[in-house]
């Protein structure tokens, strides 16, 4: 399976400041159609996960683009611009390239 | 606009199935890719596997044999069956669409005697 390792494992940011979130993974996401199948999600307390970025950058329905992703081939990055109250949750990165689909182990995001 | 429904028990015993219904509504299953994943406690998360728009199935190998999926289209639901559940498969269970756009709201599930 292909391992997508996370960083850091939590933060603790103050509104308005910008934060990155890393994700690596163990085998190139580039799938032989030359897309690359890495995505970001939030999940919310008490609620069900969300897609915010899809296929590295492109940014999910209603997303604000305050999120935004880059990253090729084995190394990903979400930024958060202008943190808001309702950013916090836990966010984790998910690759579909390869069978089977895997999870990064996820990044707690607190407000300070 | 599309939205899934977890439903089911949310407590089994050790060694029996867990069976999960997802209801779609605003959107055909016989379209695209649906599948489960769990949330064990802590952050980890698992794709267990899916059901594509022709009723073809693809497991997650760590499940090995104790997983099914399948469907009826006339109501557009598809389900989960686990076999053979231990505590460790004690987890909150989601039913989504496999590119990770539309999920439920998840269902908890305990497995204790």
């Known amino acids: 399976d292909v391992v997508m390792t996370q960083t850091p494992p939590s933060l603790s940011v103050a509104i308005g400041q910008s934060v990155s979130i890393s994700c690596k993974s163990s085998?190139?996401?580039?799938?032989?159609?030359?897309?690359?199948?890495l995505h970001w999600l939030l999940q919310s307390p008490g609620r069900s996960p969300k897609r915010l970025i899809y296929?590295?950058?492109n940014l999910g329905s209603g997303v604000p683009d305050r999120f935004s992703g880059t990253g090729s081939q084995k190394d990903f990055t979400l930024k958060i611009s202008r943190v808001e109250a309702e950013d916090l949750g836990v966010y984790y990165c998910a690759q579909t390239t390869h069978f089977p689909l895997t999870f990064g182990s996820g990044t707690k995001l607190e407000i300070k | 606009e599309v939205q899934l429904q977890e439903s089911g028990p949310g407590l089994v015993k050790p060694s029996q199935s867990l069976s999960l219904t997802c209801s779609v509504t605003g959107y055909s299953i016989t379209s695209n890719y649906w599948g489960w994943i769990r949330k064990f406690p802590g952050n980890k998360m698992e794709w267990m596997g899916y059901?594509?728009?022709?009723?073809?199935?693809s497991y997650n190998p760590s499940l090995k044999s104790r997983i099914s999926i399948t469907r009826d289209t006339s109501k557009n639901q598809f389900f989960l069956q686990l076999n053979s559940v231990t505590t460790e498969d004690t987890a909150t269970y989601y039913c989504a669409r496999y590119i990770l756009d539309y999920w439920g709201q998840g269902v908890m599930v305990t497995v204790s005697s």
């Open positions: 085998q190139s996401l580039v799938y032989s159609d030359g897309k690359t199948y």
């Open positions: 059901i594509s728009y022709s009723g073809s199935t």
């Open positions: 296929q590295v950058s």
